[in-house]
């Protein structure tokens, strides 16, 4: 993955998915994916740099996905953190094909004693 970051933290994003698993039971009635990714921002001025391991799932009928974690280097190291993001084909800079992901992501305060 990769691709631009705004709002409080204007930048760029890089990201992984280390696993990816489809719900198989036919008796489930939501199809959800779970996902397990790392992202990476860098923001313009080189002030906010983190990478964070992040874990949760995929609405696969709505294209919704609510992911959590932390913070494992660079600024805020320790903090939490809550991605959310909807899967829309075709976004600005890519062709009406492409599949992309706008969401948010949003980093906590680090735990006191972790500072």
Known sequence: MAGVTGGDIPGTFVGEV???Q???NPALKAAINKLEAIYEVHDLQGNHVFTA???GGTNRATGTALLDGIVLAGW???APVHVEFETVVGCMGATATTT???GTIQVG???KGND
Do not use: D, H, M, Y
């Open 76 to 78: 805020r190291t320790g």
């Open 53 to 55: 391991l992040i874990r």
């Open 109 to 111: 305060r680090v735990p």
């Open 22 to 24: 489809r719900s198989a």
């Open 18 to 20: 280390l696993q990816s």
């Open 100 to 102: 992309c992901f706008e």
